[in-house]
């Protein structure tokens, strides 16, 4: 099992960025992909951006393509999502989740807690 534990949630003024953080603890050495998904009330999750286990592959949603970017250290565990030009329409939970990577947009196996990020207006 992974533990999964965010960081780097906040309040950010419309326009500006985050960067969220995701650290990786437990059994690590499988070769997971990484990534975050994000829910508001009453909504689904909905998956934001992965990246295999090598780092070579990345996928967006076509919601945040071009404003946000993920990135992973594996020598720290740690996954990144850099949140750019961010819009009061990303205000939500987020999560990072761990899995394998052909289901990670919809069903990854090991979820953190989720961040709260709330962009004002």
């Known amino acids: 099992q992974v533990q999964l534990v965010e960081s780097g949630g906040g309040l950010v003024q419309a326009g500006g960025s985050l960067r969220l953080s995701c650290a990786a603890s437990g059994r690590t050495s499988v070769n997971f992909a990484m990534g975050w998904f994000r829910q508001t009330p009453g909504k689904e999750r909905e998956f934001l951006a992965a990246?295999?286990?090598?780092?070579?592959?990345?996928r967006y949603a076509d919601s945040v393509k071009g404003r946000f970017a993920i990135s992973r250290d594996n020598a720290e565990n740690t996954v990144f999502l850099q949140m750019n030009s961010l819009k009061p329409e990303d205000t939500a939970v987020y999560y990072c989740?761990?899995?394998?990577?052909?289901?990670?947009?919809?069903?990854?196996?090991?979820w953190g807690q989720g961040t709260q990020v709330t962009v004002s207006s």
């Open positions: 989740a761990a899995g394998v990577w052909v289901h990670f947009a919809t069903s990854p196996t090991e």
């Open positions: 990246v295999t286990w090598s780092g070579n592959t990345k």
